[in-house]
């Protein structure tokens, strides 16, 4: 079966979730990516190379008064991330065969990272604005993750998406309303 790809042909690797909180003026948008493992340009020997992304969540809370604020991203505790990337480099860059078990004490890890972010977001008073939206996640966007580069690309999607779910074009200036 031929593999999904993007519009702009950029290999497809999965799905990000897009959302979108609301406080007073303050506008706090998520994006969570997925954990992906892929194989890239080397620049330093002109092959490539294997590169594993673990889950990773890029945020900024934008306002009236601070309407660029940069994306920062943060990922899992870096024990869970390098002990799935070294089993990776020791077997060949394949992911691992799961026990049932193992499947789900890394599942449970994964949502424990976002649960926190969204416990966080809710202790502070946040309100969900509008519905999460998922939006393709290429290679491209993997290689600025990889990286720590905002991939700007998703980002784009993400925009697209927001006019086509009527999201508000004012980020920063609509007051919050119930979540959907």
């Known amino acids: 079966m031929a593999e999904p790809t993007t519009n702009n042909s950029a290999t497809f690797v999965g799905y990000a979730l897009y959302t979108e909180f609301r406080k007073e003026t303050h506008t706090l948008q998520?994006?969570?990516?997925?954990?992906?493992?892929?194989?890239?340009?080397?620049?330093?020997?002109?092959?490539?190379?294997?590169?594993?992304?673990?889950?990773?969540?890029?945020?900024?809370?934008i306002s009236e008064m601070n309407p660029r604020r940069p994306w920062r991203a943060y990922s899992q505790a870096w024990k869970v991330i390098n002990d799935?990337?070294?089993?990776?480099?020791?077997?060949s860059y394949n992911a691992?065969?799961?026990?049932?078990?193992?499947?789900?004490?890394?599942?449970?890890?994964?949502?424990?990272?976002?649960?926190?972010?969204?416990?966080?977001?809710?202790?502070?008073?946040?309100?969900?604005?509008k519905e999460p939206l998922v939006v393709e996640f290429s290679k491209e966007d993997l290689l600025d993750t990889s990286n720590w580069n905002t991939p700007n690309a998703l980002i784009r999607r993400i925009l697209r998406s927001r006019k086509a779910h009527d999201f508000s074009d004012d980020l920063f200036a609509t007051k919050t309303s119930s979540a959907v």
């Open 30 to 61: 998520i994006i969570y990516t997925p954990e992906s493992m892929a194989t890239l340009p080397d620049t330093t020997s002109g092959g490539t190379k294997e590169v594993y992304v673990p889950t990773t969540i890029w945020r900024r809370q």
């Open 84 to 91: 799935r990337r070294e089993y990776r480099h020791n077997n």
């Open 96 to 129: 691992e065969t799961l026990t049932e078990d193992q499947a789900v004490v890394y599942a449970i890890d994964t949502l424990l990272f976002m649960d926190r972010t969204f416990q966080s977001i809710m202790e502070q008073g946040w309100e969900l604005y």
